[in-house]
């Protein structure tokens, strides 16, 4: 078996708290909970999923309290975890596994003319995030399903659906949220709700109650395909102060094709088409009016799945984002690939896109007597270039941030404005030594932690209370190795600079996980 098969082993629930073993100092400012959500379940039955991204989501905690730290995790408890557990099969199809014959409501049934009716009633397994509407928190992924969960017993209170509240078939598990607590997020209405078209929606801070947060949505704005046919994916958008910056990506998904995979038996997954001949088109949404700019931006082909941050300056739109070459990246998840010993695995890999942290800047006024093939950035700290062509669009080229960083975190308070730092996952195609970074886009260098055997997942920055500098604060991450000799942990770092401060073993099964965020104890 291969050293890797913790990534794709079935998880065991923690319900009840954890104490931890602790080492080192946790500050004893640091209370409250780390929600982390990913794939747990990855064979039910005898039947397994083909894709990582299709495994069962199983949603873990860690809580600090006066330097303890306590560990939980259950699985969600989903319908399609329902469905499957009850069946002992898996019987609800996913992104990289089809189903048949699938029981469930499959709508593909319908004749093919009623093209609206062929859109998949998808699963919800929500795996990717945990993410917060109003006071009410939700297991997250990107179809029309959401699942709320207590975040402190971490049990399933049960479903919403997107499209009872707002015309969506798809939304992403990447919001934004403002000072006030606003969410802001981005959805894809595919057919049967008129022209298809992208979706940016807010949902107040205040929304919760007895009615379901959505309830309270506003729409913002939409924007409409630029290919009916073949809508942009996109994984997550930037914000700043008063803009949304939506980047509809040449990594498309091919409508017919997934209103056909059913009878074609093929899945989801693969009804995904970079298109590397096509270009990026930017849009620059002003958040308060929902107008879009009129200026047009746009860029060579790229993919993107997260965005780190954006802001504005001087007349300017700044965002950072982490580009791919190609669409590979989901092709290196699926488990047949994943369960290749060490060395076939680095070998099958080394040719893929690496992530690439870049910055494009976009002017947001163009002046009607600027000559073509004129730069427009005048940010000095920059090499991003935006130059405006002779049919009034500005083709924007990026700034090499640095290479090989996935999962980016940033200090939130400065989410929207001008930063310095981000942190992430240190991606080199060979599946150890894993580490994580802290990368200074001033200096343009970065720290790392690593250990032996180890893998941690995406970094989360928690703020000192009272911080006046962006990097005061700690790191969590937590830590699972391939060694069933070593205990799974919870690593606390000096965000500073970048050392352990202390650790929490976990003598339980933990997971690989995904996202998640960090819920600070309310003061009494």
């Known amino acids: 078996m291969s050293m890797l098969s913790f990534f794709w082993r079935n998880g065991i629930e923690t319900p009840e708290p954890l104490k931890a073993d602790v080492s080192g100092s946790i500050p004893p400012w640091l209370r409250g909970t780390l929600l982390r959500n990913g794939p747990g379940q990855f064979s039910v039955g005898d039947t397994s999923y083909k894709h990582w991204f299709d495994g069962m989501a199983f949603i873990h905690s860690f809580t600090f309290k006066d330097g303890d730290v306590f560990y939980r995790s259950k699985f969600l408890k989903s319908e399609t975890y329902k469905k499957n557990t009850a069946a ?44 917060k509407y109003g006071e009410d928190y939700y297991a997250s992924s990107e179809v029309n399903y959401i699942n709320q969960i207590d975040p402190m017993t971490l049990d399933t209170l049960g479903r919403t659906n997107y499209r009872n509240h707002i015309a969506l078939n798809l939304a992403t598990a990447h919001p934004h949220y403002d000072a006030e607590g606003n969410t802001y997020n981005m959805g894809t209405a595919i057919m049967s709700f008129g022209r298809p078209k992208y979706v940016i929606f807010k949902v107040p801070a ?22 009916t046919l073949y809508p942009s994916y996109f994984h997550s958008f930037g914000m700043t102060e008063n803009y949304i910056i939506f980047v509809e990506q040449a990594f498309k998904l091919d409508i017919l094709r997934l209103a056909t995979s059913y009878f074609r038996d093929v899945n989801w997954g693969s009804c995904l088409k970079f298109d590397k001949d096509d270009v990026n088109v930017i849009h620059l949404i002003n958040r308060k009016t929902g107008k879009t700019v009129n200026t047009k931006y746009y860029t060579d ?24 070459q190609n669409s590979n990246l989901y092709d290196m ?15 099958t890999n080394k040719d893929y896109s690496q992530p690439i942290c870049q910055r494009f800047v976009l002017p947001v006024n163009i002046e009607k007597e600027t000559p073509p093939d004129t730069n427009l950035v ?4 920059t090499t991003a270039t935006a130059v405006l062509k002779p049919d009034g669009l500005l083709y924007c080229t990026p700034d090499t941030i640095f290479p090989g960083l996935e999962l980016p975190g ?15 996952s240190r991606v080199e195609w060979s599946p150890y030594p894993n580490k994580i970074a802290k990368v200074d886009i001033v200096t343009r260098t970065h720290q790392e932690w690593i250990e032996e055997e180890c893998y941690p997942s995406e970094p989360v920055f928690i703020a000192s209370p009272n911080a006046v500098e962006e990097d005061d604060g700690v790191i969590l991450s937590s830590v699972v190795s391939f060694n069933p000799q070593k205990s799974p942990f919870l690593v606390v770092l000096n965000a500073k600079t970048f050392k352990e401060i202390a650790r929490a073993s976990i003598d339980a099964t933990v997971h690989m996980d995904l996202h998640g965020l960090f819920i600070h104890e309310k003061s009494t």
Do not use: W
């Open 333 to 347: 998840f699926y488990l047949k690939n994943m369960k290749q010993d060490v060395d076939k695995f680095i070998e």
């Open 206 to 227: 205040s929304a919760s109650g007895k009615k379901p947060a959505l309830s309270e949505v506003e729409q913002i704005c939409s924007i409409p395909f630029r290919s």
């Open 378 to 381: 005048k940010l000095k700290d």
């Open 301 to 324: 082909a790229f993919v993107v799945f997260h965005h780190i941050n954006a802001y504005e300056e001087d007349g300017h739109v700044v965002f950072d984002l982490i580009t791919y």
């Open 410 to 424: 940033i200090n939130y308070k400065y989410n929207s404005k001008k930063y310095r730092y981000f942190y992430g």
């Open 88 to 131: 002992n099969r898996i019987v609800v199809s996913e992104f990289g596994t089809m189903v048949y014959p699938d029981p469930c409501k499959n709508i593909f049934a319908k004749t093919f003319s009623h093209l609206q009716n062929t859109i998949p009633d998808f699963t919800d397994n929500n795996l990717i995030n945990i993410i």
